[in-house]
């Protein structure tokens, strides 16, 4: 059975850092590539950054320089480090991945940044 299960999220005050972790099973994380998206209240859920099975990295405009996604083998768990937030990086945070032909979510983590 795959899960993807987020952990980390949390209010931080602007300018501040969180790291997410993404911990999965029943899939063969050697090869998936793994990814995390947010969706903020009354948008659409967003792309926020990718790493493919080779460690090859995509981050969307809005979070180059500042989230670092990385991946870590024996572990099965993929990390989102997120350094200087900003308001705007308000939303809930989901980990995905995509296994025999279909979309895997997890539950998703609320990071909230506000003073």
């Known amino acids: 059975q795959v899960r993807l299960v987020e952990s980390g999220g949390g209010l931080v005050q602007p300018g501040g850092s969180l790291r997410l972790s993404c911990t999965t099973s029943?899939?063969?994380?050697?090869?998936?590539?793994m990814a995390w998206y947010r969706q903020a209240p009354g948008k659409e859920r967003e792309l926020v950054a990718n790493?493919?099975?080779?460690?090859?990295?995509n981050y969307v405009d809005s979070v180059k320089g500042r989230f670092t996604i990385s991946r870590v083998y024996p572990r099965n768990t993929a990390y989102l480090q997120m350094n200087s937030l900003k308001p705007e990086d308000t939303a809930a945070y989901y980990c995905?991945?995509?296994?025999?032909?279909?979309?895997?979510w997890g539950q998703g983590t609320q990071v909230t940044v506000s003073s």
């Open positions: 995905h991945t995509r296994y025999f032909g279909r979309d895997w």
């Open positions: 029943g899939v063969n994380f050697k090869i998936n590539t």
């Open positions: 790493i493919s099975s080779s460690g090859i990295t």
